[in-house]
């Protein structure tokens, strides 16, 4: 059969709609089987040295056998002397290397929280050339001095917007509305959960299972997955985290002021959805 007599458009959408399409609840996954229909389901997947992966120019690229029936195809199969790559399925080829990588960098996570957990000898204080017990594990003391270091850096509060009937009419009020209540309740979230470590490790205090979580993430330096009420880098450290929020909150007291909104100036990367401000102007 001629290739440009088959359908291919219709083949397309059974396949990546209706077949396997149907099966597929998120988005990215249909986005890739969109992309390898798309590559594979073509006229030119009948050449005979279409690439079934990579590009023709590339090293050790797998490329279509002239073969037309099953036994054929079956017999070419075998006979592939090619080493298997990570390419053959759409990965780099440092795709190992990389899930190594990050094997190693959980494994120092993990013993991280071991050493942390394990580090119960009792530090010993001077005070006039007397020792006094605190009593305290080292790394007590060390989650207080970062909380009280990370709680002397967030701004004070963010107020919220207030509605007229007016302002609710122009989107931008309504989208900035939103950034405002949202990074003032994530504000509020973050110093009510280090001051609760704080009064906790100075024993005035009980410890929760959610406190428990987020006193682990700090001394992982990750911000607690609670915080994370927007997208941030995966691999965000906790003081990083908190330094680019101040600079979001900072973003937000300044353009609270504003009468446009931030119409004429704004830090795009810097709001917590800036999708909505695409949408709003």
């Known amino acids: 059969m001629d290739p440009d007599q088959i359908s291919w458009d219709a083949l397309r959408t059974l396949i990546s709609q209706s077949i396997f399409g149907g099966k597929i609840d998120n988005e990215y996954d249909q986005k890739i089987l969109a992309s390898l229909v798309d590559k594979f389901f073509c006229a030119s997947s009948f050449d005979q040295d279409f690439p079934l992966f990579g590009e023709k120019e590339d090293e050790g690229v797998l490329k279509m056998p002239s073969a037309k029936t099953y036994n054929e195809f079956d017999t070419w199969i075998k006979e592939i002397s090619l080493t298997e790559s990570p390419m053959w399925s759409g990965l780099p080829n440092n795709a190992e290397t990389l899930v190594n990588i990050r094997k190693a960098e959980q494994l120092v996570a993990d013993f991280k929280v071991i050493q942390a957990a394990g580090e119960d000898e009792v530090i010993k204080r001077k005070k006039s050339g007397e020792k006094k017990d605190t009593g305290k594990a080292k790394w007590i003391l060390i989650l207080q001095k970062k909380c009280e270091t990370l709680l002397g850096l967030m701004p004070e509060k963010l107020e919220t917007m207030k509605r007229t009937e007016e302002a609710i009419k122009n989107p931008l009020f309504r989208f900035l509305e939103r950034e405002v209540t949202v990074a003032s309740s994530i504000l509020k979230k973050v110093k009510n ?45 906790a003081a990083a985290w908190i330094n680019d929020f101040i600079k979001r909150v900072e973003q937000l007291q300044e353009l609270k002021t504003q009468d446009d909104f931030g119409k004429q100036g704004i830090w795009f990367g810097g709001l917590l959805f800036p999708e909505a401000y695409l949408t709003a102007t």
């Open 193 to 237: 959960d280090l001051a609760a470590l704080i009064a906790i490790c100075r024993e005035e205090a009980k410890w929760t299972n959610e406190l428990h979580k987020i006193a682990d993430s700090l001394n992982q330096d990750k911000p607690p997955e609670t915080w994370l009420q927007y997208k941030v880098h995966l691999e965000i450290s």
